[in-house]
């Protein structure tokens, strides 16, 4: 007699990414998108906030964008490798890539220097942090871009939601923009995008 056919396997659940990133994820000069000293240089920061408005302080925000002239093809030179040690050298300081990827403090606080995108007035950004079965992903819109008023995101939302994707101005060429993952009001959490 033949033993009985195995049944069929399930599918194995998500797991949590993290927080596990401390080991091949960041790089040298992974918020430094802009050259250094480049006149144009913006900055985008603030905190990456739990349902309860605490920092997340092992998360890490991706940035994509169109460099300043629109192109959308990026350029190596993030992830630079030294030629004799094949050790992570990081970004060659001149090119403008398209792409930052930057870990939050012990607060949840990220900072990332770039420059403004050519074609759009936003800045897209993945998330990911503990708990989380899939990253997230958003977009900062520039408080002071023009086409805000155009967008077809931004107008197909209401005002309260339309609020979670804009910038606050926190200085000269400074935008500050927290992301919040979750919220006891619906209208706090941060608008999140499905690309699925």
Known sequence: MNPPAPAAPLPTPSQTVGPFYGYALPFTGGADIAPPGHPDTLTLHGRVLDGEGRGIPDAFVELWQPAPDGSRTGAPGSLRRDPVTGAVIGRDSVTFTGFGRVATDADGHFTLRT?????????????FARGLLHHLYTRAYLHDADGLDRDP?????????????????????????????????????TVFL???
């Not at 420059?115 to 998330?127: C, F, H, I, K, R």
């Not at 400074?174 to 959490?189: K, N, S, W, Y």
């Open 194 to 196: 499905d690309f699925g």
């Open 153 to 189: 995101l931004l107008t197909r939302l209401a005002p309260a939601r339309r609020t979670t994707l804009v910038t606050v101005p926190d200085g000269p060429r400074t935008h500050r923009f927290d992301i919040r993952l979750q919220g006891a009001d619906p209208h706090e959490e």
């Open 115 to 127: 420059l403004a995108p050519g074609g759009v007035p936003y800045l897209s950004l993945a998330v």
